[in-house]
C-alpha cells in the first residue's frame, strides 16, 4: 500500500470554528489533491498541488484552503467551519503528470455541528 | 454540461450477469482516462486505465469512445464481489493535472 495517510481519522466539531487536516506522504509523489465525498455527489476536488507551494483550485474550493510547505504534507484548512462541510475528506498522491494512478489516504470523516 | 458525467445506478443484476455502463466527458483534450473502484466506506482504488485501443482484464473491458467522448467498462460473468461503486476519472479541462471524478455508479450484483 502506498504511503498515505490523514489525520485526524474522524472529527467532531462546531460551526465557526477553524478546522485542518492533514495528508502525510512517504512516497515523495509530487502531486497532491484533497477531495470530499458526500452522498449523490462522488468525489468533487477541493484544492490540488503541483509541487511545494504550488497549489490550485479544483471544483468546490470556497471555504477552503491549503498549504503544502514541504513535498510530503498537504493540509486542508476549513478557516471557520460550516455545516455544508460535514464530509468525508479524501485525500491523494500521485507521482507524475502522466502517471496516472491516484493512491488513497483513508479518509477523514468530519462532522460540523 | 458536467466534466464528468455517469449514471449513477443502481445496476442491480444476478449473478453471473454482463454489465456495462458509460462514462461521459468533456474535455476533449483528454488523452488519459481510468476506472476506480469504491467498495462502501473505503478509498477508492484503480481498477484500470483506459486506452485509445481498448483494455482487457480478466472479466473486465474498459473502452474509449473519442468520437462520442465517452468511455465504458463491461463486467463479464459478474460475481458478488463486484458490487461495488464504480468512477470514472478523466483529467481536468486547462491541466492535467487537475483529476476530475464522475459521481460514481452503483453495481449491486444480487444471487
Known amino acids: 500500500d502506498a504511503g498515505i495517510t490523514q489525520s485526524p481519522r474522524h472529527k467532531v466539531t462546531e460551526t465557526g470554528t477553524p478546522v485542518t487536516l492533514r495528508c502525510h506522504q512517504t512516497?515523495?509523489?509530487?502531486?497532491m489533491y484533497w477531495y470530499r465525498q458526500d452522498p449523490g455527489h462522488g468525489l468533487r476536488l477541493i484544492h490540488y498541488?503541483?509541487?511545494?507551494?504550488?497549489?490550485d483550485k479544483g471544483e468546490v474550493s470556497d471555504g477552503y484552503s491549503v498549504s503544502r510547505s514541504k513535498t510530503e504534507d498537504f493540509l486542508l484548512t476549513l478557516e471557520s467551519a460550516t455545516s455544508s462541510q460535514t464530509s468525508v475528506y479524501f485525500c491523494?498522491?500521485?507521482?507524475?503528470?502522466?502517471?496516472?494512478?491516484?493512491?488513497f489516504g483513508e479518509g477523514s470523516r468530519l462532522t460540523v455541528l | 454540461r458536467k466534466e464528468v458525467e455517469q449514471d449513477p445506478g443502481p445496476f442491480n443484476v444476478p449473478e453471473g450477469a454482463t454489465v456495462a455502463f458509460n462514462c461521459t466527458y468533456s474535455?476533449?483534450?483528454?488523452?488519459?482516462f481510468f476506472w476506480y473502484r469504491q467498495d462502501c466506506r473505503k478509498e477508492p482504488k484503480l481498477l484500470m486505465s483506459v486506452y485509445s485501443s481498448g483494455n482487457e482484464d480478466g472479466r473486465f473491458t474498459a473502452q474509449l469512445n473519442r468520437a462520442s467522448q465517452y468511455i465504458s467498462l463491461l463486467i463479464r460473468d459478474s460475481k458478488l464481489s463486484d458490487s461495488a461503486t464504480y468512477l470514472c476519472?478523466?483529467?481536468?479541462?486547462?491541466?492535467?493535472?487537475?483529476?476530475?471524478f464522475g459521481s460514481g455508479t452503483r453495481l449491486s450484483i444480487r444471487p
Open positions: 474535455n476533449s483534450a483528454s488523452q488519459s
Open positions: 498541488s503541483y509541487g511545494v507551494k504550488d497549489t
Open positions: 476519472v478523466v483529467p481536468g479541462p486547462g491541466s492535467a493535472s487537475k483529476i476530475i
Open positions: 491523494a498522491i500521485r507521482e507524475d503528470r502522466d502517471a496516472g494512478e491516484l493512491f
Open positions: 512516497e515523495n509523489h509530487r502531486y
